[in-house]
């Protein structure tokens, strides 16, 4: 069976997007990963009217491979200088360079503007969080989730 979503490839334009949607922002792979778990599924996360990958009863619960997954992109990115990363106090920050800038705004499509419509109104919602705080809150979320159960 093919999967749908979350192939390296997706993962890589959905991280350039948000890049490309908050510049000239950095940020943690943590945050990167967060935002984009919490764009897809902006529904459950009370962000948006629908998941833009549809219904999982398992969503809140993907943080880790969205973590992992984002880490391999991250990864490509550079190697292919899309992204650039710098060290700070937070750790590792990772921003958009001037090709992967060229390179988002040829990205067209009903997709990626409900994606950039939801990683900017889940940044509004979230942009005072810090990086522990959104992690923990997605963790909450899929324990309380799974207790529904």
Do not use: W
Request: aromatic share 10%; charged share 25%.
């Amino acid at each position: 069976m093919n999967k749908l979503f979350n192939t390296p490839f997706e993962v890589s334009l959905r991280i350039l997007l948000i890049l490309s949607a908050l510049k000239p922002l950095t940020m943690t792979i943590d945050r990167i990963s967060a935002y984009d778990l919490m764009s897809v599924y902006g529904k459950d996360f009370g962000i948006t009217e629908e998941n833009l990958h549809g219904e999982s009863q398992f969503s809140f619960s993907e943080l880790s491979a969205k973590r992992e997954q984002c880490n391999g992109a991250l990864k490509s990115l550079l190697l292919d200088n899309f992204v650039f990363v710098e060290r700070s106090q937070k750790g590792f920050l990772f921003g958009l360079n001037e090709r992967g800038i060229s390179f988002t705004k040829s990205i067209q499509s009903e997709y990626a503007i409900k994606y950039i419509e939801t990683i900017k109104k889940t940044h509004q919602m979230f942009k005072e969080t810090s990086d522990e705080s959104l992690l923990s809150e997605i963790t909450n979320r899929a324990i309380c989730s799974l207790n529904r159960r």
